[in-house]
Nanobody, 127 residues
Framework: RVQLVESGGGTVQAGGSLRLSCVASGFDDPRYCMGWFRQVPGNERAGVAAVDSDGEAKYSDRVNGRFTVSRDNAKNTLYLQMHDLKPEDTAMYYC?????????????????????WGQGTQVTVSS
């Protein structure tokens, strides 16, 4: 059974950094895209950053240049390095995965296209 387990959330002051991790297990096929999404109460879950099965990354405009997504296939782990955090980055961050082939699928940052989800990790940025 597929499982995604996030860690690394916490509280940080504006301008600080955090690194989130997501360990995946249960995939029989290594060809899957993975992404980070975030959600605040009352809003839809929004795409933050994602990588296709070849490691090509895509970012939302709100985090481009501040966040870096990467994956270590040997460890089945997805990372999100976040720098220059802002109060508006405060949210529950979720890891997601979906089988994919090819590069840069159009749905890479579309949460409704992902089947597998972690339980989330809270990131709070104080001003």
């Amino acid at each position: 059974r597929v499982q995604l387990v996030e860690s690394g959330g916490g509280t940080v002051q504006a301008g600080g950094s955090l690194r989130l991790s997501c360990v995946a297990s249960g995939f029989d096929d290594p060809r899957y895209c993975m992404g980070w999404f975030r959600q605040v109460p009352g809003n839809e879950r929004a795409g933050v950053a994602a990588v296709d099965s070849d490691g090509e990354a895509k970012y939302s405009d709100r985090v481009n240049g501040r966040f870096t997504v990467s994956r270590d296939n040997a460890k089945n782990t997805l990372y999100l390095q976040m720098h220059d955090l802002k109060p508006e980055d405060t949210a529950m961050y979720y890891c997601a995965a979906e089988f994919c082939t090819g590069t840069d699928p159009w749905w890479l940052l579309k949460q409704q296209e992902y089947t597998y989800w972690g339980q989330g990790t809270q990131v709070t940025v104080s001003s």
